[in-house]
């Protein structure tokens, strides 16, 4: 079946443009979640979806950082006004039961100008 | 503060023999750990998991052993194949916990020389 898809898979922008970074789970998957990748760095959690509700937000690095989730499918991640520290590749993942395992879309790699 | 750590940054080994990858983890709420490789401009695909009630899991060529008391887990893969190359990251998180978000190590680079 299909597996985790993001879009776009590259995203160029200059600093200070707001950029949306979108990611479709697996059917049914009632988990949904956001991690980046910085250059050299191992993977960093920003939010987590049950469902439409956000339980946690705790990785989300700044109030630029906004995600939401529709119809407890797919999620868009914004980010507004893009600083160079943004630059990363940003990874969704769903899940279907509790004690499961995480799968990965492709991710989206954001370069900030 | 790194929950997770991978100490090994780097590891090369002969096809056809053993590849151990290490990970340490401090935060004993952790009971459920993983292990993803990861290629170039890919997502990570999971590989094994194990939960904190056992202390071995194995699947075919990969084998993980978790060591509750000293925090620390270990991936084994025998025999390893040039296909194994690849980023490993050790993940963790807490079943009991809301989310079940993953904390990751920093990776471990695997080449497998032909």
């Known amino acids: 079946g299909a597996g985790v898809s993001q879009s776009p898979s590259n995203k160029v922008t200059e600093k200070g443009k707001d950029v949306e970074l979108r990611c479709d789970p697996i059917?049914?998957?009632?988990?949904l979640y956001w991690y980046r990748q910085s250059l050299g760095q191992g993977l960093e959690f920003l939010i987590y979806?049950?469902?439409?509700?956000?339980?946690?937000k705790s990785g989300l690095p700044s109030d630029r950082f906004s995600a939401e989730r529709t119809g407890g499918s797919v999620s868009t991640l914004t980010i507004q006004r893009t600083q160079q520290e943004d630059s990363a590749v940003y990874l969704c993942?769903?899940?279907?039961?509790?004690?499961?395992?995480?799968?990965f879309g492709p991710g989206t790699r954001l370069t900030v100008t | 503060d790194q929950q997770v750590k991978q100490n090994s940054p780097s590891l090369s080994v002969q096809e056809g023999r053993i590849s151990i990858l290490n990970c340490d983890y401090t935060?004993?709420?952790?009971?459920?750990f993983l292990w993803y490789k990861k290629y170039p401009a890919e997502g990570p695909t999971f590989l094994i998991s194990?939960?904190?009630?056992?202390d071995k899991n194995e699947d075919g060529r990969f084998t993980v052993f978790l060591n509750k008391s000293a925090k620390h887990l270990s991936l084994h893969i025998v025999p390893s194949q040039p296909g194994d190359s690849a980023v490993y990251f050790c993940?963790?998180?807490?079943?009991?916990?809301?989310?079940?978000?993953?904390?990751f190590g920093g990776g471990t680079r695997v080449l497998v020389k032909p």
């Open positions: 993942a769903s899940r279907q039961k509790r004690e499961s395992e995480q799968y």
């Open positions: 059917s049914g998957h009632t988990a």
């Open positions: 979806f049950q469902g439409n509700s956000a339980p946690d």
């Open positions: 935060n004993s709420m952790f009971d459920y």
């Open positions: 194990i939960s904190s009630i056992k």
């Open positions: 993940a963790a998180s807490g079943i009991k916990a809301a989310g079940n978000k993953l904390t």
